[in-house]
């Protein structure tokens, strides 16, 4: 069996034991001994195989991607692209979120009672939160993208300030004479084709890993809560798929020139591995590998487009912000005009580009907004027990836009086109 096969039968497979167990026995013993020493631990070791890469992979693939970009003028202007689709990408996405919320008032009649007990059971997860993190946000955002210490920065998995030591050390690579960068630039592409060999033995990790991570996640999750928050999860879900159906198509048809039955049938990878794992920055590794093998991007452009992707282009992210931040202002009945909505629009493409690429990593900036236009930011406490399903799909949008965005981009650049796609299926 082909591993793409494997990986997707290990999803089903997970899902569907998982949400059995949790309809017949969601207490049982058995269920927790089984998640505690198998299903948890399969699945972090998979993501953390594909975590562990991640640094090395994005200070590897970036500076080389920079450097390759040879002058800096051509660095200026694929990353003016890159930044100006991923502005609008996510722009559109934050915008349509709020128009489907706007419709559909899914927050409007929601019982004052269950509201109360939403709030009370998921208090101390909203607390812990909050305590989390302001930190990341506003102009403290572009001071934290230069960092002190590099390797800190790294340990520390800041992936801005991590990617924007990449760069400027690419661009540097460039000006010094080639006899002193060259032997870099060997180690450089040397360390990035070792990392990719580490990437496929993850993979074939994949089906176990991510077989446990949806046993371990459909078997706790929040099920019965859905009855309530039904209209709201719906909303997401829906605005999610138009956008990737429709928006993330429609770009890669005429940015890209590409097919988009192609291009989603190449995705699949990424698209389970996200699914999987809630993580754009666990995904990177999987998306460029989907990008170089199996779209033939050249590693220049995917090098450098997607590991900034990961961390700054979240077209899922701005959507699932603007709808539930709107949910929230209805369940308490506070009308936002106009202007407060396209400040949500604002924040909500602030916040995407400011959230980490981990689970939930969108939550503690989300409680800044809520304050920010007058909904208590503890209302957060509402949305939490049907958050994983939501993040599982908001980051396969993610990572799935920064896909699009690198066809975009290298397209634009002549370095690759629809006719260099490989056939038949690589990663
Ligand atoms: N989990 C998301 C990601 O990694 C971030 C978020 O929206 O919470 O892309």
């Known amino acids: 069996m082909k591993l793409h096969n ?8 997970g899902a569907a034991l998982g949400i059995t167990a949790h309809m017949t026995a969601p207490q049982a013993e058995w269920l927790a001994w089984f998640n505690t020493n198998v299903a948890n631990p399969v699945g972090q070791v998979f993501l953390r195989m594909l975590l562990m890469v991640v640094v090395p992979l994005v200070f590897a693939s970036i500076s080389l991607g920079v450097a390759g970009l040879g002058d ?28 489907l919320v706007q419709v559909f008032q899914p927050g409007g009649g929601m019982d004052p009672l269950v509201r109360q007990q939403l709030l009370d059971a998921y208090k101390t997860q909203a607390q ?17 993208m230069v960092p002190r210490n590099p390797i800190s920065a790294a340990a520390n998995m800041e992936m801005l300030a991590v990617i924007f030591f990449a760069i400027v050390f690419g661009a540097a690579m460039t000006l010094v004479p080639a006899e002193k960068s060259k032997p870099v630039t060997n180690f450089l592409e040397g360390l990035n084709e070792i990392v990719i060999k580490i990437i496929d033995f993850a993979m074939k990790l994949a089906p176990y890993g991510v077989f446990g991570l949806i046993f371990y996640t459909t078997s706790r999750f929040g099920w019965d809560l859905l009855r309530q928050l039904g209209m709201y999860v719906a909303l997401v879900l829906v605005g999610l798929s138009i956008h990737g159906v429709i928006s993330l198509s429609v770009f890669v048809k005429v940015l890209g020139g590409l097919n988009p039955v192609v291009f989603w049938k190449k995705a699949r990878p990424v698209i389970i591995t996200a699914f999987s794992t809630s993580s754009s920055n666990a995904t990177l590794p999987t998306n460029i590998s989907v990008g170089e093998k199996d779209l033939g991007l050249p590693p220049k452009i995917a090098g450098f487009v997607l590991p900034l992707g990961a961390t ?14 709107l949910f929230l202002a209805q369940v308490f009945g506070i009308d936002l005009d106009i202007g407060q909505q396209a400040i949500v629009v604002f924040l909500s493409v602030l916040m995407a580009i400011g959230a980490a690429g981990v689970p939930g990593g969108s939550l503690p900036l989300m409680m800044v907004v809520l304050a920010t236009v007058g909904v208590p930011p503890e209302a957060i406490a509402i949305i939490l027990g049907v958050d994983r399903i939501l993040d599982m799909s908001r980051t396969t949008l993610n990572v799935t836009g920064d896909l699009t965005a690198a066809v975009y981009v290298a ?17």
């Open 312 to 325: 700054m282009n979240m077209n899922g992210t701005a959507l699932y912000e603007g709808v539930t931040i």
């Open 128 to 144: 812990g939160l909050q305590a989390g993190g302001t930190t990341r946000f506003g102009i403290d955002m572009l001071v934290n």
């Open 6 to 13: 494997k990986i997707m039968l290990g999803l089903l497979l």
């Open 411 to 427: 397209r634009s650049e002549k370095l690759w086109s629809p006719k260099s796609v490989p056939v038949g299926e690589k990663s």
């Open 72 to 99: 800096l003028r051509n660095l200026g202007r694929v990353g003016a692209k890159t930044l100006a689709y991923f502005m609008m990408s996510t722009l559109v996405a934050a915008v349509l979120g709020l128009f």
